[in-house]
């Protein structure tokens, strides 16, 4: 599986952005995904998961309620809607897919064995 983030750009505080990831490969749909990030000067975090399925997502308590964590098995995609963008949410944004086919999803960096090149969000207050 190969990925391709996209979508990131400058934002002001409180505005909205959506993150896409484009996958090759015909077994996208039997992975998870997720949204990583990565600030300056901090490790790597976890934002958002979505299940093969797309029946479960799971998030970041610091995100929950303002972003959501998409998937379209047709376009081999998965999505990251962001809203009431903060400060805070300035970093590079990683998408991933899982090791293993037909998982729910982990917050575990090392549950993820593909990783897209990032795609810098930089929000302005």
């Known amino acids: 599986v190969q990925l391709q983030a996209s979508g990131g750009g400058l934002v002001q505080a409180g505005g909205s952005l959506r993150l896409s990831c484009a996958a090759s490969g015909r077994t996208f749909s039997r992975y998870a995904m997720a949204w990583f990030r990565q600030a300056p000067g901090k490790e790597r975090e976890f934002v958002a998961a979505v299940s093969w399925g797309a029946g479960n997502t799971l998030y970041a308590d610091s995100v929950k309620g303002r972003f959501t964590i998409s998937r379209d098995n047709a376009k081999n995609t998965v999505y990251l809607q962001m809203n009431g963008l903060k400060s805070e949410d300035t970093a590079i944004y990683y998408c991933?897919?899982?090791?293993?086919?037909?998982?729910?999803?982990?917050?575990?960096?090392?549950?993820?064995?593909?990783w897209g090149q990032g795609t810098l969000v930089t929000v302005s207050s």
């Open positions: 991933a897919a899982a090791a293993e086919i037909y998982s729910t999803g982990s917050s575990y960096e090392s549950r993820y064995a593909y």
